[in-house]
């Protein structure tokens, strides 16, 4: 049974083949992964971690001190600077998320399945550092905040560094603990933590409102709402902190981590029951609630506390309290640890809201972490995380992953301090949301179908102008990090794009960019004019299964590397099915990539090699219309049923037809023969007063039976490769007899200059049948080889003679041959003539060529069709000789004298 019928018989009636939807909507929802923990809604999954991230450290610790450095001018213009950043990568974010599913991995599936890996990859190795630096950052907070509430009740046991650092490792453990007992229970004590910073934070505001209650609060600096302590706030007043001079932008620095919290909601993607809804409408109510709380915060503590005080009530009472220029004061917006509480109405609410706030944003990086790292392990992007990306339970959970980020967190918390790795996290994070945004501006711009976002509040030119914001911000922020960051991208970069990218296809834009480009300019290929100088060589070679011909591959590749398009061409008479025509072509393709050939495949069935021959050129557009035709020698054309031999030179009558050239391959001169006794037996009806052997002018001949056959022998054995085996001598000969517009030139500059090929003699023969013109004819050749600045190693002009009678006698004997098969030379008499008049170049050939390591030969053109006769004229020329690149060239110029 044929595998038509197969297909057919398989096939259910039309009326069973009306699509089903629900079964479609099945099939689709499959294919999206599913993790099988927890689902969490927007508010629990998204926004709730946004808070918790964004209201981070900062909000208690740091907020007092970027206030008295930057003031309330400078400090809300930097909360819009971070704002407008974020806001547009919110914005660029949601419409990533609503164009499709998104699964676990957060911003690095993001952007490495909308731009592709190796980028992806580069940003998610980044991200999974500056979450362990977040980690360590917030954790220190939480240790210097539980120090602050000890100090207050008289208790000093961190004061040492040691213990200090020990409970930071020991809390960085907990949580990693409490991270892996799974969602469920980290969600619940997420909204214990998030209940006590909304009391901290009202709490700082009720008491703001209710005035300084002691006369050591008035001394503190804290004078309640005064319109005068606003004005005096208003303006910056940088200043030395830590031997650094302090400037906007390293304030900015430190404030911006604040609201890098954003994407805690996209990194935990594979645990949302919606993340296309979900990641929108959580993140960007997040950014409202926290910006607004941020902003209230500056001008409350602007409008109540003052910017330096001594704290010593006595001096409050004479007015000395103010007066900081001779002395180090503790108190006030510069130097108070603790103004917050010292505000607040209930000072223990603060630092309870203070754990909650370093607690909660610790606990949601060390829950990204292994996510993240899990994800790309998983994407085999780099081998070394395969090991972190094993999943154990139901849930899947990277324990190894959980054990590595804690390893890593509490290395950094041992050798890190709160100001100095704040700028660290700022440039990685703005590294990344200028990637989002460009990711985002990129595959709008080349807008493939498949980009169909439910988010429409986005614009790719406001994505773009967000990542330029972020690279200038981050250069400003601190250049010499961000080239250190950008030298670690570009490495990344490198290292990913190792992996071969068949495997990693997840239709980025980045494909879509390069799809959409090489269709603009086939478009444009047909407005190009042509002209001499720009020729390139665009072949198509009848390759059949390219395993099967190596040689004339190799050739074909050599020819064209970096200077044309090759084809391969599988010609398939019979009929294929759509899957044995896949799994031709995809074996083919695979061949080639394997071997580093840059060759198109296409395989076509049921059609003859003359009919592809023309269909192909007529697919042809413009300049990337085929120009050369390569084919391999017909080895068996006088065994082969007369049809097929027509067939195979129609191929040239095709060429010729097209105006293109067509290069004919012959690596062995004997392939007809198993055996050296038919080739001695195919010399039967040479004259026997001749020696057996090829007619020469030299005493060197040939001239027995037996070294006729150890000459096959030779040949038969001898491995030969265009491109594999360098070559340190040889001789190439080309015979340039007749007009191939150049080509031949051509194919001999490009071996001149192939490694392969470079150390060999290169030498150059043109036949002339005046003797005469002999001296001119040298001089002229030698003159326009300068003018096409063509090298040769030798170039000689060789008078011609008459054929010998073995080559008469051998090229009658394959007429004779031919004849008996099929009577169809009773018309061909006059260009039987005209082809024996030219058969004593297999003499000159012999004599001059026979050991040579390849012959590149033009043949002659006439405007008859070719035919069997042909086939005889090259036997007779190529018999017994080296490899041979035999060229039918059109007449069109291919080489031209003009720089």
């Known amino acids: ?12 009636p ?12 099945r099939e689709e929802e499959n294919k999206v992964e599913v993790s099988q923990g927890i689902k969490l809604g927007w508010v629990k999954g998204v926004l709730i971690p ?3 991230s964004i209201w981070g450290v900062m909000l208690f610790l740091r907020m007092h001190w970027i206030l008295g450095q930057a003031g309330i001018f400078h400090s809300i213009i930097i909360i819009f600077i971070s704002l407008l950043i974020i806001l547009i990568t919110t914005f660029s974010l949601s419409a990533i998320c609503t164009n499709g599913k998104v699964k676990g991995g957060g911003l690095y599936f993001i952007i490495s399945r909308s731009i592709g890996p190796e980028i992806g990859a580069s940003i998610g190795i980044l991200l999974a550092f500056a979450n362990t630096i977040s980690v360590a950052m917030n954790t220190i907070g939480f240790c210097s905040s539980l120090k602050s509430l000890l100090n207050s009740r008289g208790t000093t046991i961190l004061d040492s560094n040691i213990r200090f650092r020990a409970l930071g490792v020991v809390s960085i453990m907990i949580l990693s603990i409490l991270c892996c007992i799974g969602m469920d229970r980290e969600a619940e004590v997420q909204n214990a933590l998030l209940i006590a910073i909304i009391v901290g934070i009202f709490n700082v505001i009720v008491g703001s409102f209710n005035g300084p209650q002691s006369t050591l609060a008035k001394a503190s600096g804290f004078t309640g709402f005064d319109m005068k302590t606003f004005q005096q706030n208003w303006n910056s007043d940088y200043r030395i902190d830590k031997n650094v001079q302090q400037s906007f932008f390293t304030i900015f620095a430190v404030f911006f981590p604040s609201v890098t919290g954003i994407q805690a ?9 919606d993340p296309s809804a979900s990641i929108p409408n959580g993140t960007l109510l997040s950014i409202f609630i926290t910006i607004t709380s941020y902003i209230v915060l500056i001008l409350v503590l602007g409008s109540v506390q003052l910017r330096e005080a001594s704290g010593i009530e006595t001096e409050f009472q004479n007015g000395s309290f103010l007066n900081c220029s001779f002395r180090n004061c503790t108190k006030g917006l510069y130097h108070d640890m603790n103004l917050m509480q010292s505000i607040s109405l209930f000072p223990i609410t603060i630092y309870v809201g203070c754990f909650g706030a370093t607690i909660s944003t610790a606990l949601t990086a060390l829950i990204s972490i292994p996510k993240l790292l899990q994800r790309m392990g998983q994407d085999g992007v780099y081998p070394l995380l395969n090991y972190l990306s094993k999943g154990y339970g139901k849930s899947k959970e990277p324990y190894r992953a959980h054990v590595f980020a804690m390893i890593v967190s509490s290395i950094l918390l041992i050798k890190s301090e709160l100001n100095d790795i704040a700028p660290l996290i700022s440039t990685i994070y703005l590294s990344a949301y200028a990637m989002l945004n460009l990711c985002t501006f990129h595959v709008a711009y080349f807008k493939p179908l498949g980009w169909r976002p439910t988010y429409k509040l986005y614009n790719k030119w406001l994505s773009l102008a967000g990542a330029i914001v972020c690279i200038i911000v981050m250069i400003l922020i601190d250049y010499k990090m961000s080239a250190i960051v950008g030298c670690a991208i570009c490495v990344l970069y490198i290292l990913a794009s190792r992996k071969k990218i068949e495997e990693l296809n997840w239709g980025s834009s980045k494909q879509t960019q390069e799809i959409k480009t090489i269709i603009r300019n086939v478009y444009k290929a047909n407005t190009i004019q042509y002209h001499i100088k720009n020729y390139l060589p665009n072949l198509i070679v009848f390759s059949g299964n390219p395993e099967s011909r190596i040689k004339l591959i190799s050739l074909a590749h050599l020819i064209t590397k970096n200077n044309g398009v090759q084809m391969c061409v599988n010609v398939e008479k019979t009929s294929l099915t759509p899957r044995q025509k896949k799994i031709c072509l995809d074996k083919g393709i695979q061949w080639l990539s394997n071997f580093g050939i840059k060759s198109l495949y296409v395989v076509i069935d049921s059609i003859e090699l003359d009919i592809a021959t023309h269909i192909i050129y007529s697919c042809g557009h413009g300049r990337l219309r085929p120009n050369i035709v390569m084919i391999g020698y017909k080895s068996d054309w006088l065994n082969c049923p007369y049809q097929d031999i027509k067939t ?8 010729n037809m097209n105006n293109m050239s067509t290069i004919m391959v012959r690596v062995s001169s004997t392939e007809n023969y198993d055996d050296q006794n038919l080739l001695i ?11 057996i052997s090829y007619k020469t002018q030299s005493n060197k001949n040939i001239r027995n039976q037996q070294k006729v056959a150890d000459c096959f022998i030779k040949i038969k054995n001898k491995e030969f490769s265009f491109e594999k085996k360098k070559r340190n001598n040889g001789t190439v000969d080309v015979w340039w007899l007749y007009n191939d517009g150049g080509l031949s030139l051509i194919i001999e500059h490009i071996l001149k200059h192939n490694n392969t090929w470079k150390k060999c003699k290169f030498r150059i023969f043109g036949v002339t049948n005046k003797f005469e013109c002999l001296s001119e004819e040298k001089h002229k050749l030698k003159q326009l080889l300068a003018l096409y600045r063509i090298d040769f190693d030798y170039m000689d002009i060789i008078l011609a003679n008459t054929a010998g009678p073995t080559t008469m006698t051998y090229f009658n004997s394959l007429l004779e041959r031919v004849a008996s098969k099929k009577n169809k030379f009773d018309n061909y008499s006059l260009q039987t003539k005209h082809i024996a008049e030219t058969l004593f170049l297999r003499d000159l050939i012999e004599l001059h060529s026979f050991n040579s390591d390849l012959i590149i030969l033009t043949t002659p053109k006439n405007n008859e069709e070719i035919n069997i006769l042909f086939m005889c004229w090259i036997e007779t020329i190529s ?3 080296p490899p ?10 291919v080489i031209t004298v003009n720089a």
């Open 648 to 655: 195979y030179l129609n191929v040239f009558n095709v060429a």
């Open 50 to 52: 946004c808070l918790l």
């Open 265 to 273: 909601g996209a990194n935990i993607s594979g645990d949302l029951k």
């Open 681 to 691: 037996q195919d010399f039967k009806h040479l004259d026997k007063n001749e020696d």
């Open 884 to 893: 041979c690149i035999i060229i039918n060239g059109s007449t069109e110029p």
């Open 14 to 25: 039309w009326i069973d083949q009306i699509q089903s939807f629900n079964e479609l909507y």
């Open 879 to 881: 018999r017994g000789l």
């Open 1 to 12: 049974m044929s595998d038509h019928e197969e297909i057919k018989n398989e096939s259910p």
